[in-house]
């Protein structure tokens, strides 16, 4: 069973510009959450998606957004970039709501804003 | 608000040895808690969970244990080899509704040969 896929796995922009990160979930997943890690802040929840619908937003400006597919798969969005933005994006996934389950995380997609 | 801190951030041992890394979190109303290991430009695995009504878990030479009234969980590893060498992190589900984990800031462990 293929892992959590994330594209691309690096990415290097300018101030200013957007971008847009994809992932795909193990197959028959639902729920897809994102995760940015920085070396001073650590790991911190961005938003989570469960069938297309967003249940739960982190605490980060309205420049992040992200939506779900109906194969489940997500991408993420983040306008205007910042060199604050340089960061590790983890996309994970779990069978339903992840509760009681164990989350699957991807290799991560390493983003740097110069 | 859920906090998570793991002590120590760095630790270095000899291969072969027992050791023991912490994790404490300040809310007690906690779901489940997960240790992760990641390897260095890379995503986290996940190595144990503990439901909230469980005390442990195990898997080969981990085990990990759970304190919900005092706020705090152990990762024990056995035997440790080099290739144990990771950052290990855990984190807490933080309830009903917020569908997110809380993460510790991890302990990054040196296995020396």
């Known amino acids: 069973k293929a892992g959590v896929t994330q594209t691309p796995r690096y990415l290097i922009k300018t101030r200013g510009q957007q971008v847009t990160l994809s992932c795909s979930p193990i197959s028959g997943h639902r729920s897809v959450s994102w995760y940015q890690q920085t070396p001073g802040q650590g790991l911190q929840f961005l938003f989570e998606?469960?069938?297309?619908?967003?249940?739960n937003k982190g605490n980060f400006p309205g420049r992040f957004s992200g939506r779900q597919f109906s194969n489940s798969r997500s991408e993420m969005n983040v306008s205007t970039l910042e060199l604050g933005d340089s960061a590790l994006y983890l996309c994970?996934?779990?069978?339903?709501?992840?509760?009681?389950?164990?989350?699957?995380f991807g290799s991560g997609t390493q983003l740097s804003v110069l | 608000k859920q906090e998570v801190t793991q002590i120590p951030a760095a630790l270095s041992v000899p291969e072969g040895e027992n050791l023991v890394l912490n994790c404490s979190f300040t809310d007690s109303a906690i779901y489940n808690l997960q240790w992760f290991r990641q390897d260095p430009g890379k995503g986290l695995t996940s190595l144990l969970l503990i439901q909230s009504s469980q005390r442990e878990q195990t898997s080969g030479r981990l085990n990990a244990s759970l304190d919900k009234s005092s706020g705090r969980s152990t990762l024990y590893i056995a035997a440790s080899q080099p290739g144990d060498s990771a950052t290990y992190l855990c984190a807490v589900w933080a309830g009903a509704g917020s569908y997110q984990l809380t993460f510790g800031k991890g302990t990054k462990l040196s296995v020396i040969p």
């Open positions: 994970a996934s779990s069978l339903d709501s992840g509760s009681y389950e164990k989350l699957f």
């Open positions: 998606y469960f069938s297309e619908t967003q249940r």
